[in-house]
């Protein structure tokens, strides 16, 4: 366990999968004094760092990394964590969704803003094949996405036209 006077300020995960072994240090904050104008910040109540440390099996590699976050949750560093794993769950399983479904990460989009423009219309597009529940049988988001381009008349139902 951590030595600490307050424990619910330290959190410290260590997690084994995936061909590698990783240590998350979560230290959480609430003296605010220090902020030029804490009042400023609406509803925050904690400072968070979230140190990282991922030996890679098969390199033999260590990477380290320091992620800050504040937040108006109250100083829990284990309730903290979980909630920054949960976010990075949620963003990982949708970037997932928008590379195999639509082949996101192969995009050359690179001009003005059309990278992020049309990141946009591919994130609504996956919220509404997911919410789809047209169909009595369960598809996946790629099949989805074929089915509505060849099948006008399911395309406007994804629409409820």
Request: aromatic letters at 8%.
């Amino acid at each position: 366990m951590i030595p600490s006077k307050d424990k619910s300020k330290i959190y410290i995960t260590e997690e084994v999968g995936s061909g590698r072994v990783e240590k998350r240090t979560c230290t959480v904050m609430d003296d605010l004094s220090h902020l030029l104008n804490p009042t400023k910040w609406n509803s925050l109540q904690s400072i968070a760092k979230i140190e990282s440390e991922r030996f890679i099996k098969s390199t033999g590699k260590t990477q380290k990394s320091t992620r800050f976050y504040i937040t108006s949750l109250p100083c829990d560093a284990k309730k903290i964590a979980d909630a920054v794993r949960s976010h990075w769950k949620i963003e990982n399983n949708l970037h997932w969704h928008l590379d195999v479904s639509f082949g996101e990460d192969k995009s050359r989009k690179r001009h003005k803003n059309a990278a992020q423009n049309f990141s946009s219309v591919l994130k609504l597009s996956l919220k509404i094949l997911l919410n789809e529940t047209i169909s009595p049988v369960k598809k996946s988001v790629r099949r989805k996405r074929k089915i509505a381009g060849w099948d006008n008349h399911y395309l406007l139902s994804l629409f409820n036209f």
